[in-house]
């Protein structure tokens, strides 16, 4: 063979080995964690998709992704937190709130996890600090359990007649005994006498809203959680049957039937949670990425969910809504 031929011959090897070596390697698998129904919560999966895509890293072609839900059920997230660390993947996303993060962080000090919870991860104990987290988690700070004075302010201001008002809240959320404190310490601020509705189950949700209008509540706060969010449509339809004016944590809860809502949006956090994967994938360590926390609090309001029970929006109220549903 002469000279030029082989050189030729061995340029074209040579430019094909990387392309089958790549083909040889093995693609990143990442478990995702999450306290909600697939189901009823597929948009939430494609923002994190669309995260992860956006560090160059999509499913099925760079990355496979483990999918685990305990579809809205705290007690099944430590042993599926188990299953993903025994499935060693290299990194765990988690979305549903605090109880699907805890369940991580507690599963494993050594796989990196990229969480989102509604109340302060450091008082939690999931990071060291907000800016420097520095073990292996990481994650997004949606504030929601912050947010319930606000919700209260605006229940208020479209339900100012309502002498009392009810709170629901579910006792087993990690950040219910931080709701309950904010939301009585801001009805005590105002003068608002507040009645606490507890649910924890499918079959406390009827008699939950039997007991708001037993106790005379013009208006209902729910509270961010991840059961009543797997359950939105149900209860959105209990509440709207009952003609009580209500206000949900997030934008879903309207699109599901419900009257208002105030907080981020959820699609955008799934989408930082999937940002903040991909750089781990690249290898930027947790201990080193802050908590990542909201600019945009969003108000959404249904009209249609308002006319339902007979209930008339200022228009002042409508012009600050960055949303309306007609």
């Known amino acids: 063979m002469r000279r030029r031929e082989f050189i030729a011959l061995l340029g074209g090897a040579a430019g094909t080995w990387p392309l089958a070596a790549r083909a040889q ?49 705290y007690n099944r997230l430590p042993a599926l937190a188990a299953e993903l660390v025994a499935r060693r993947v290299a990194v ?9 993060a805890r369940a991580a962080v507690a599963a494993t000090k050594r796989i990196p996890i990229v969480f989102t919870t509604g109340g302060d991860p ?27 004075p606000k919700r209260l302010e605006l229940l208020r201001e479209i339900a100012p007649r309502a002498d009392v008002i009810a709170f629901l809240v579910n006792p087993n959320n990690a950040d219910a005994a931080a709701q309950l404190r904010d939301v009585q310490a801001a009805a005590r ?57 209500a206000i949900y944590a997030y934008r879903e809860y309207v699109a599901a039937g419900g009257l208002m809502s105030y907080a981020t949006s959820l699609t955008e956090t799934l989408r930082q949670v999937g940002l903040y994967t991909g ?8 201990a080193d990425l802050p908590i990542m926390r909201p600019t945009k609090f969003e108000l ?4 249609k969910a308002a006319k ?7 228009e002042s109220f409508l012009l600050r809504a960055d949303e309306v549903i007609e």
């Open 189 to 245: 601020s105002i003068g608002q006498q507040i009645v606490i509705i507890q649910a924890t189950a499918d079959d406390d949700l009827e008699s939950a809203i039997a007991k708001v209008v037993d106790q005379r509540a013009g208006a209902l706060l729910v509270a961010n959680d991840a059961f009543f969010n797997s359950r939105r449509e149900q209860l959105a339809k209990i509440i709207a049957s009952r003609g009580i004016p």
């Open 300 to 303: 959404v309001l249904s009209l």
């Open 279 to 286: 750089r781990i994938l690249k290898g930027d360590k947790p």
């Open 92 to 100: 765990i996303a988690t979305s549903g709130g605090t109880p699907a």
């Open 25 to 73: 390697q093995p693609m990143a698998v990442v478990g995702f964690l999450y306290a909600l129904p697939f189901s009823t919560n597929d948009h939430l999966v494609v923002a994190f998709r669309k995260g992860l895509s956006e560090t160059g890293y999509v499913e099925g072609r760079d990355v496979t992704i483990e999918y685990r839900s305990a579809d809205g059920d």
């Open 122 to 148: 450091v008082q939690l104990g999931l990071v060291a600090s907000l800016n420097r987290p520095g073990g292996n988690a990481t994650g997004v700070n949606v504030m929601t359990t912050g947010l319930e």
């Open 308 to 314: 339902a029970i007979g209930l008339a929006i200022p």
